[in-house]
Nanobody
């Protein structure tokens, strides 16, 4: 059973920083792409940032230059460093991990962590 454990959310003032982590339990599955999504109040879930197994990254326009996604393959962990936070970044953040085992592909989600940006 694969488990994803998220941490790092919380309340921060505008302009502040937070670092989210998502650790994947040890598994015989191979970890491929990793990503962070978010869902704000009354909004649909959206992709925030993604990182491939090779380290290529992509970001939604609203976070470019402020957020950085990274991964530590030795620790099976993906991070999201969030700087210059804005009230509109308030959302529940979810990690998404794409895994594979031989020819089968799997999609796993974290439990979500609340990020609130408010003064």
């Amino acid at each position: 059973q694969v488990q994803l454990v998220e941490s790092g959310g919380g309340l921060v003032q505008p302009g502040g920083s937070l670092r989210l982590s998502c650790a994947v339990s040890r598994s015989r599955f191979s970890i491929n792409a990793m990503a962070w999504y978010r869902q704000g109040p009354g909004k649909q879930r959206e992709l925030v940032a993604g990182i491939s197994s090779g380290g290529s990254t992509n970001y939604t326009d609203s976070v470019k230059g402020r957020f950085t996604i990274s991964r530590d393959n030795a620790k099976n962990t993906v991070y999201l460093q969030m700087n210059s936070l804005k009230p509109e970044d308030t959302a529940v953040y979810y990690c998404n991990i794409k895994m594979s085992y031989y020819y089968r592909k799997y999609d796993y989600w974290g439990q979500g962590t609340q990020v609130t940006v408010s003064s």
